[in-house]
C-alpha cells in the first residue's frame, strides 16, 4: 500500500511541475510568448513611374485648302504652321490641326502677304497659342487679308519675327535653315515668300512658298546653298513662273507635292510644268488630286499617305 502512495505522489510532483512549466511560457493557454521583440521591415518607396516618352517622328502635312498653302509640321511633338489658306479657310486649317492633337504651336509662319496664304491666319490665331510668329515686314503688300493680319498683330501686341537669311531655328530634333526670301524687288509678294530648308535625320524638305524663276536662278549661283531634298514643295503652286528645268536637277526630289486647288481660276497647276516635275522621276502628289498629302519621317526612311486616291478625284 505504502508503494503505492508513493507512486502516486510522484506522479502528482511530476503533472505540478509540467503545469508550473507551461505557466511560465504563456499566461494564456494555447499562446506563446515571443522571446525576442519582433522585427518590423522597413517601409518602402514607390517607384518614380517612368516618364511618358514624347512622340518621336517628324510630320509633313500637307493640307488641302483649294488654291493655296497649308502645311502643318509635327516634329517630335512640337508643332509648326506655314500659311493658312485663302479668306474662309481659317477654320478647315483649325479643325484639320486640332484634330492631329496638336493644342499649341512653337512657330507660326507666313510666307508672303497674298491672301491664298494669310486668308485664314486669324482664326489660326485665336485657336493657337505660339511662341514666334515668323513675317516677311519688308515686304510691300497692301491685299486687305493680309493689311487685317497685320491690324490683328498690332492689337495682340504680338511681336512677329522677320527672319535672316541663313538663320537656322530647331524644332523637336529637327531644325529648318531659312532659304529665302533674297534680294528682290520688295514689291513682287512671290518673290519675297520667306522659304525654309527642314532637316530631320537624314531627310530633308524644301519648302519655298512662292518663289519663282528669278529666285530659283539666284539660289543655283548662291554660294554655299545645298538645295538637295528629298521632299520639295513646288513652288508657286506648279505654276509656269517657276521650278525651271536647272533648279529642279539641283534639288533633285523624291517627292513633289503641289499645293493647289480643283477651283481654282488662274490655271494652276501648268501643264508643262507638272511634265517638268514628272521628269526628275519624282512621285509627284497634288492636293486637287489626292488630297491632303502626309509624308512621314523617322530620319531615314520617308512614307507618304495621302487622303484620296486619282481614281477618288475622278
Request: proline share 6%; charged share 25%.
Amino acid at each position: 500500500m505504502k508503494k503505492y502512495l508513493r507512486i502516486a505522489t510522484l506522479i502528482t510532483a511530476v503533472l505540478m511541475f509540467l503545469a508550473f512549466a507551461a505557466g511560465c511560457v504563456s499566461n494564456e493557454p494555447g499562446k506563446t510568448e515571443p522571446t525576442e521583440e519582433p522585427v518590423t521591415a522597413e517601409p518602402t518607396e514607390e517607384p518614380t513611374p517612368e516618364p511618358t516618352p514624347e512622340p518621336k517622328g517628324f510630320e509633313l502635312h500637307f493640307i488641302d485648302i483649294g488654291t493655296g498653302d497649308g502645311m502643318l509640321i509635327i516634329c517630335d511633338g512640337e508643332a509648326m504652321i506655314i500659311d493658312s489658306g485663302n479668306v474662309g479657310r481659317g477654320e478647315t486649317m483649325v479643325n484639320y490641326v486640332k484634330s492631329k492633337g496638336v493644342e499649341k504651336l512653337k512657330y507660326l509662319m507666313v510666307t508672303h502677304g497674298h491672301a491664298d496664304h494669310v486668308g485664314g491666319m486669324p482664326e489660326i490665331i485665336e485657336a493657337f497659342p505660339f511662341e514666334t510668329m515668323f513675317i516677311n515686314v519688308e515686304q510691300l503688300c497692301t491685299e486687305e487679308p493680309y493689311k487685317n493680319l497685320l491690324a490683328i498683330i498690332e492689337e495682340k501686341g504680338i511681336q512677329p519675327v522677320n527672319p535672316e537669311l541663313g538663320a537656322v531655328y530647331t524644332l523637336g530634333g529637327g531644325s529648318f535653315r531659312i532659304m529665302t526670301p533674297l534680294k528682290e524687288d520688295k514689291s513682287n509678294l512671290n518673290n519675297n515668300s520667306i522659304g525654309i530648308k527642314f532637316t530631320y535625320g537624314e531627310k530633308t524638305f524644301l519648302l519655298l512658298g512662292d518663289s519663282q524663276q528669278p529666285v530659283e536662278s539666284q539660289l543655283l549661283k548662291a554660294e554655299g546653298v545645298d538645295l538637295k531634298a528629298d521632299v520639295f514643295k513646288a513652288d508657286h503652286h506648279a505654276s509656269s513662273a517657276g521650278n525651271i528645268k536647272k533648279f529642279l536637277e539641283a534639288v533633285a526630289p523624291s517627292y513633289i507635292c503641289v499645293q493647289v486647288g480643283t477651283e481654282n481660276k488662274l490655271g494652276y497647276p501648268d501643264k508643262s510644268t507638272i511634265k517638268r516635275l514628272e521628269n526628275t522621276g519624282a512621285e509627284v502628289y497634288r492636293n486637287d488630286i489626292h488630297g491632303t498629302v502626309v509624308f512621314y519621317s523617322d530620319g531615314t526612311t520617308i512614307r507618304v499617305e495621302t487622303e484620296k486616291t486619282p481614281e477618288d478625284a475622278n
